[in-house]
């Protein structure tokens, strides 16, 4: 009588969880590097503060022939320092540069506006905080003429 040795049909299978178990390492260990990837990214981006949260509007009541005023009104979120926000332009040409404070002392409140005179179609303005604390800044809202 002949018994078959009991692993005869086994090694067909040895390669199979080889595989098996070399695709399962590989997923574990990029796994393992995109989790601490993100989680350093995500520490990094909580840690930073953007500036106060908050929205303008910024509306011009000139023609394309014409100058005319902008009025940047704060339309909703936080009250931001009034020192902090400032209104940065040029002219289309290059040549005359504005910046001007929003207010030099108080907060500046939704609701609250403030006009820049002036201001030609081919002109480029932008409302713009920046940081006590740093050299970060926030544009809020940029205009660019009908022209520019």
């Known amino acids: 009588m002949h018994?078959?040795?009991?692993?005869?049909d086994a090694r067909a299978a040895s390669p199979v969880i080889g595989v098996i178990f070399a695709v399962a390492l590989t997923l574990v260990v990029a796994l393992a590097g995109a989790t601490f990837?993100?989680?350093?990214?995500?520490?990094?981006?909580?840690?930073?503060t953007l500036g106060p949260e908050a929205s303008f509007d910024i509306d011009?009541?000139?023609?394309?022939?014409?100058?005319?005023?902008?009025?940047?009104?704060?339309t909703g979120g936080e009250a931001v320092p009034g020192?902090?926000?400032?209104?940065?332009?040029?002219?289309?040409?290059?040549?005359?540069?504005?910046?001007?404070?929003?207010?030099?002392?108080?907060t500046v409140s939704p609701g609250d506006t403030y006009t820049?005179?002036?201001?030609?179609?081919?002109?480029h303005l932008r409302l713009v905080w920046t940081s006590p604390d740093s050299d970060r800044t926030v544009?809020?809202?940029?205009w660019t003429g009908p022209h520019a």
């Open 37 to 48: 990837v993100l989680s350093t990214t995500d520490a990094t981006a909580d840690s930073v």
């Open 116 to 123: 820049v005179p002036d201001v030609g179609a081919t002109d």
């Open 139 to 142: 544009v809020y809202a940029s």
């Open 60 to 74: 011009w009541d000139g023609d394309p022939t014409s100058s005319g005023a902008v009025t940047i009104t704060h």
């Open 83 to 106: 020192d902090r926000l400032v209104v940065r332009g040029t002219s289309g040409d290059g040549t005359t540069a504005v910046e001007t404070v929003w207010r030099d002392s108080g």
């Open 3 to 8: 018994i078959p040795p009991p692993f005869e």
